[in-house]
């Protein structure tokens, strides 16, 4: 089993859900994030005074997955979340032990 | 359902116990049963439990009092009956009393169920006086109590799963209620919460029903079961009068601990043998740390005085007394004190400083409310009145949800120029909701002749109404459309078109969001809010700041004769002041110093020098205990002010001091900003801050310990906020260096403070 980890735009949010909602995934996490990338946060002038934003708004989606869906689905997060502009996000994988659904007691891919 | 219902429940239960003290073998002599708690109050609910103290006289042996109380406890438990019950001689109830709050109050209801009556009859009287001789004890351990049980249940009105008996609100809170009232130390209406305890009883009893069992959370699940059952339309019906009676329960609580808190105290919160009473201005007085409109005042003759009433307790953060609000209410439903049509000026100024004050405005509306005051001023209040909001993301019910969102407005006024229309809207944003409409477009329709009403211009008005139809652009906005896009910026200002209009949507926005809850509102979202606000206000290119104002052809004709010239038009409750004047530094002080002197409130004044002659139009508000305005007398004191005579600063320093005794709340600090404005080659200098007696006058003065000339000044006071905009140079002409510029804003500032 595997944790795809997804940093995106917040906008890009409703478009990454229903792309996700089309493949087959019902489940997924999201929260509030924040933080930078290569795009360094940016320079805001308030009531005249310079100062730098160092962290830009994110949504944080975290969906489980079987090993063998886990590479379709990074590429229909990409392919939903991607504007071709600079602070686009980030997807990434992880190895995951062990799923234990709390209701049912189910485990492994049956608790997915 | 309903009192008959409970009350038979509770004959069947004294029967049952009748038979089995019988069975007992007790000596109806030596033992008691009583009813204590609501069973005391012949008051079951199906799952209710049977409160019982059982009475002895010591005459039994342990032994023997053990088996007559198994005897009868027994078939109880047998059945599944839950009972609480205490085995007690006089004596131990008697020091159980002193011991226990709880027993303290339980045995208030105590009643007579088999046995000997002069056992219970002697606990009841033993009960009752000790409450009363010692309710300076019990009193405030009850209060204690209260507040730690509302930390733990939370408020019955506006929880989406209340406790009907243990929220704030609920049917415990009457039961201590009728305990104050026992102990004697207040004289309550109870009448005000028997029809809230009629029905919160009956709810809580469907609820058992409809549960089976004997629970008293009303839980999301079962609202739509126990409306079907006591016949209501639907659950938000149901729990809309569940939160209307929980509101009339905390009301009367609330004003209750304040009474008992203040009594005897004066307006300054000393303590007094005697009741003082403060005359503050004419029909209203504060006595016993309450503001009181006088028994024989006349307000058909000031019907604004309701309004200036509560935004005078609002602003010194005192509570409109009871029985002012009640003698109020009557007049009001006789006909008596009805507002013109649109109101004067007077009485929406008295609304934005009601509103503006902060958390101190939520005690006073909720009375407004409760006394159904507020429906004469605004009917259209009823329309939200307790509306539950039943979804994740509210705390409260739509209207306690609009004064929430006025509170989190008042502290973000010095970010907008306009905050009489940034609290009237925050008031009113979801004045809209109740159908099945878009709630955003429904208010923009209803608030436009409230506005009217309420003697707003048609200006403003149109603001008005674009702010409630787009209160919510922004945070949707914000989170799902790329604020990269330009098209994102341009849908933003298609629809707000000006910064004045958009520093106004977004305090709303985040006044919004902050009262709907951290469901609704982070600092995650609210970064993403000024991102987009930051974008659209670089797409627009004009500013905020007041012009000069331009002089007609007569006012420029007079002052080519450069001699002091005076015009006064009194317009009802203002006065509309010209006053034509050879220039001189500290101009502006001395005038504004005058008018202060004179009792006048300065509203908002508009003032130009040209040629070394100034032009200066006042709009000024009397103070209630003022003489008449004459033209003469105000020339006259000008020309001792402005020959030096007159010991101005002494005179208003001492109105200051007598001002700064007076309660207050907190408010937001002043701002002071500065711009250059090059098309004049002067300095802008912007004061937004609360106002207060010789606000300008201290500004004015500041302004002149600076040795720089005011050219221009503009000045507006809305509800309690004010707006100073001076246009100032060097003395030398010329706009003041950007250094300078800063040391006379901070000067300004400091002044304030």
Known sequence: MKLITAILKPFKLDEVKDALQAAGITGMTVSEASGFGRQKGHTEVYRGAEYTVDLVPKVRLEVLVDDADAAAIVDVIVKAAGTGSIGDGKVWTTPVDQVVRVRTGERGTDAI | ?753
């Open chain 2, 1 to 753: 359902m309903g009192t008959r219902e409970r009350r038979l429940r509770s004959n069947e239960s004294d029967l049952l116990l009748s038979e089995l003290f019988q069975a007992s073998g007790a000596d109806s002599q030596e033992v008691a049963i009583a009813a204590v708690g609501s069973f005391g109050r012949g008051e079951l609910s199906p799952g209710s439990d049977l409160d019982i103290v059982i009475i002895h006289t010591g005459s039994y042996s342990p032994v023997e009092l053990s088996e007559i109380v198994n005897a009868i406890l027994y078939p109880l438990w047998d059945k599944k009956i839950k009972i609480d019950h205490s085995v007690r001689t006089r004596s131990e109830v008697r020091t159980a009393l002193y011991e226990d709050l709880k027993v303290a109050m339980g045995l208030l209801d105590i009643r007579l169920i088999c046995g000997n009556p002069d056992l219970v009859a002697d606990v009841q009287s033993m009960a009752l006086s000790l409450w009363r001789d010692r309710s300076s004890h019990y009193l405030p351990l009850l209060r204690e109590s209260l507040e730690e049980r509302y930390q733990r249940n939370g408020e019955l009105a506006y929880l989406l799963e209340p406790d009907l008996k243990e929220s704030r609100g609920g049917l415990r809170d009457i039961t201590a209620l009728r305990a104050i009232h026992s102990s004697g130390a207040l004289v309550l209406p109870m009448e005000r919460v028997s029809q809230a305890e009629s029905l919160l009883s009956t709810v809580r009893e469907a609820l058992h029903i409809a549960s089976g069992r004997d629970k008293d959370r009303l839980l999301f699940t079962e609202q739509d079961k126990v409306a079907e059952l006591l016949k209501y339309s639907d659950a938000d019906a149901l729990m809309s009068d569940v939160a209307q009676s929980a509101r009339a329960v905390d009301y009367l609580m609330q004003m209750t601990w304040y009474q008992y808190q203040h009594k005897g105290k004066d307006g300054l919160g000393r303590f007094l043998k005697r009741v003082r009473s403060t005359s503050i201005s004419p029909g209203i007085s504060i006595a016993n740390r309450e503001v009181v409109i006088d028994n024989n005042f006349d307000i058909d003759s000031d019907p604004v005085i309701g309004l200036r009433a509560a935004a005078t307790a609002a602003q010194l953060g005192l509570r409109l007394s009871f029985d002012s609000l009640r003698i109020y209410a009557d007049a009001l439903d006789t006909g008596r004190g009805a507002l013109t049509n649109p109101w004067p000026r007077e009485a929406r100024e008295h609304l934005i400083a009601l509103i503006g004050a902060g958390p101190a405005m939520v005690e006073i509306f909720e009375a407004l409310d409760q006394e159904e005051i507020l429906f004469h001023w605004i009917p259209e209040w009823r329309g939200v009145r307790s509306l539950p909001q039943r979804n994740v993301l509210h705390r409260h019910t739509v209207d306690r949800h609009m004064v929430e969102t006025a509170v989190s407005a008042a502290a973000l006024t010095r970010e907008v120029h306009r905050p009489d229309l940034l609290l009237f809207t925050a008031l009113f944003h979801d004045i809209g909701k109740g159908t099945e409409e878009d709630h955003s477009l429904r208010g923009e329709i209803l608030i436009a002749p409230l506005a009217a009403r309420i003697g707003f211009n048609e200006r403003d008005i149109v603001t008005i109404q674009k702010l409630i139809r787009h209160h919510l652009l922004l945070s949707a906005t914000a989170t799902r459309r790329d604020l990269d896009d330009p098209a994102t910026i341009s849908s933003v200002i298609e629809s707000i078109s000006d910064v004045g209009t958009l520093e106004l949507l977004h305090a709303l926005s985040i006044a919004d969001g902050e009262a709907t809850g951290r469901a609704a509102w982070s600092d995650w979202k609210a970064s993403l809010v000024n991102e987009l606000v930051r974008k659209s206000k670089l797409a627009l290119t004009d500013n905020t700041v007041m012009q000069q104002p331009e002089l007609r052809e007569d006012q420029l004709s007079r002052a080519a004769l450069g001699t002091l010239d005076v015009t006064i038009e009194d317009r009802g409750n203002v006065y509309a002041v010209e006053i034509i004047s050879p220039d001189k530094t500290g101009l502006l002080s001395i005038v504004s110093g005058v008018l202060n002197v004179l009792r006048l409130d300065v509203r908002s004044a508009r003032t130009k020098t040209i040629d070394g002659v100034a032009v200066m139009e006042w709009l000024v508000l009397p103070d209630p205990n003022a003489p008449v305005l004459t033209r003469e007398e105000l020339h006259r004191e000008l020309v001792k002010g402005l020959a030096g005579e007159e010991k101005l600063a002494q005179r208003i320093q001492d109105r200051i001091e007598a001002y700064i005794q007076m309660p207050t709340i907190p408010f937001p600090a002043p701002i002071v900003e500065t711009f250059l404005d090059a098309a004049t080659d002067a300095t802008i200098i912007e004061v937004r801050s609360h106002d207060r007696p010789a606000l300008l006058f201290s500004i004015g003065d500041t302004v002149r310990k600076c040795n720089i000339d005011i050219k221009s000044a503009i000045v507006t006071t809305l509800g309690a906020e004010a707006i100073d905009t001076l246009y100032v140079t060097e003395i030398g002409g010329g706009a003041l260096a950007t250094e300078r510029a800063i040391e006379v804003a901070s000067r300004i500032e400091a002044s304030l403070k």
